[in-house]
């Protein structure tokens, strides 16, 4: 069975270009639009091995996002890579804090990206 990735986007651009990436790597893919859409496809997934989020989204910003999965038991230990374009320190501590394991800003190296996914699912 491939690893199944979520893909967590408000830019069609960006769903589309990461989706393509780990695609051609063999993972299966979901995308959603927003934090709260994430939230949804999350829910209807049998099993979501890792999750790829942005930040800037309309409806549920990647932040309540990833601190609303965290605060769910099921949930608690799937690996997030937070993926945006706000690369400051206050953006990445942030996300860490709330319990993102790695920080890539935009634009990110597809190469590193499938390194960082690989690490992650061990
Ligand atoms: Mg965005």
Redesign the pocket.
């Known amino acids: 069975m491939p690893k199944h990735i979520l893909i967590v ?3 069609k651009t960006v769903r589309n270009l990461v989706a393509f990436i780990m695609k051609k790597e063999g993972f299966r893919v979901t995308t959603a639009e927003d934090g709260l859409d994430g939230l949804e496809k999350l829910y209807a997934a049998d099993l979501v091995d890792l999750i790829v989020s ?4 309309p409806r549920m910003d990647g932040f309540t996002f990833i601190k609303n999965v965290r605060e769910q038991e099921a949930y608690r230990d799937i690996p997030i890579i937070v993926l945006s ?1 706000e690369g400051q320190d206050k953006d990445i501590q942030m996300g860490l804090t709330l319990g993102a394991n790695l920080y890539m800003v935009k634009p990110a190296q597809p190469e590193k990206m499938v390194r960082n996914v690989k690490m992650l699912l061990g």
């Open positions: 986007d408000d830019s942005d930040v800037n989204m374009t």
